[in-house]
């Protein structure tokens, strides 16, 4: 049987029914199609990029990406990403960036980017359709690579490695995982006929669950210019440099790391419930009215039914107290972190 899920067409390989449990010990093939990529290349892509970003772009290389943010004058996360290069080493390739997002992100950020374009030299674009890709993870993730794609060594932590126009980033979590993109859709299908026959191919809410294990949240719209980077850990994630110099909100990031404590942090929590509560859904503890927190991302757990992982924006202080702390309209759905 053949079957087209968003850019690959994948064989049913006899594979088992990826809906069951223990999805996380195989190795997993996934169509990345949820995620977006915003191309922005020019003489003056750098400067305008560290002008604007809570990350020292100057340190991404063909070699390694990096986590970034884009934050509002009140220094709260507006977006937050992946850059990368693919090959500094091409004719006009040495002074373009991609960013790495969700596809719910892609043209909000693209319109809010060029407000601030002014006289620079710089273009943006939605680079997408343009260039698919596919997510592969698990304890053989980095052999199944080097089996299909003639990789000799893994790759670092947040690296990047461009072999003829096909580019691989490592990603945070555990198990190892990897992005593999690429202008030749056809190429790109070689590399997924491959893979499948050694990797469950499975849906995208698989690769959601492994962004939530590995601590990186997804800031979509309705979360827009709610948390300032410490809420969301970012700069634990390396997603934050307190030496680059000025960019939107730098001053409040700033004060809060070197003069404040955020009252607020991001944890991983698991409800046990069949409901997965929706980003920015607000969280209570019984007898206070107000909201103690917020869902960040939530997926279904496919190791424990039912069940739901997620990362919240917490009040340290209820969490520290260990108060029962529940989804907004549903006391039963209660959280335990993890």
């Not at 934050?71 to 290069?85: A, D």
């Not at 993730?141 to 980033?169: I, Q």
């Not at 607000?282 to 990362?311: D, F, K």
Request: glycine share 8%; aromatic share 8%.
């Amino acid at each position: 049987m053949i079957t087209t899920v968003n850019h690959f067409t994948v064989s049913d390989s006899g594979q088992p029914d990826p809906n069951q449990t223990n999805i996380l010990q195989s190795n997993l093939l996934v169509d990345l199609s949820h995620l977006g990529i915003i191309k922005v290349s020019g003489k003056d892509a750098e400067k305008f990029l560290q002008g604007q970003f809570t990350n020292d772009v100057r340190q991404v290389t063909a070699t390694q990406s990096q986590l970034s943010a884009w934050c509002s004058p009140k220094g709260r996360i507006l977006v937050n990403f992946r850059v990368f290069k693919r090959d500094g080493n091409q004719e006009g390739q040495g002074n373009t960036f991609y960013l790495l997002m969700p596809q719910l992100n892609v043209e909000t950020t693209l319109k809010r980017l060029q407000l601030y374009i002014l006289r620079s030299q710089v273009k943006l674009e939605n680079v997408s359709k343009i260039l698919p890709r596919l997510g592969i993870a698990g304890e053989q993730s980095t052999k199944l690579l080097a089996a299909c794609l003639g990789l000799s060594r893994p790759l670092e932590l947040n690296g990047s490695v461009t072999l003829e126009g096909l580019t691989v980033l490592r990603l945070p979590g555990t198990p190892e995982r990897y992005v593999v993109l690429s202008e030749d859709q056809q190429r790109l299908q070689g590399v997924w006929d491959c893979l499948a026959h050694r990797a469950r191919s499975v849906e995208t809410w698989v690769w959601e669950v492994l962004d939530i294990l590995a601590g990186v949240p997804h800031i979509l719209p309705v979360l827009a210019d709610l948390f300032v980077p410490q809420m969301v850990n970012y700069p634990t994630l390396g997603g934050v440099s307190f030496t680059k110099g000025c960019y939107p909100g730098q001053e409040v990031v700033a004060r809060m790391q070197y003069l404040g404590t955020p009252k607020r942090q991001m944890y991983l929590v698991k409800i046990y419930s069949a409901t997965v509560p929706q980003p920015g859904e607000h969280l209570y503890v019984s007898g206070e009215e107000l909201s103690i927190g917020q869902i960040v991302n939530a997926q279904r757990y496919p190791e424990e039914t039912p069940s739901v992982i997620a990362l919240a924006v917490l009040s340290i202080s209820h969490v520290e107290k260990g108060e029962e702390i529940y989804v907004e309209r549903r006391p039963e759905d209660r959280l335990q972190i993890w």
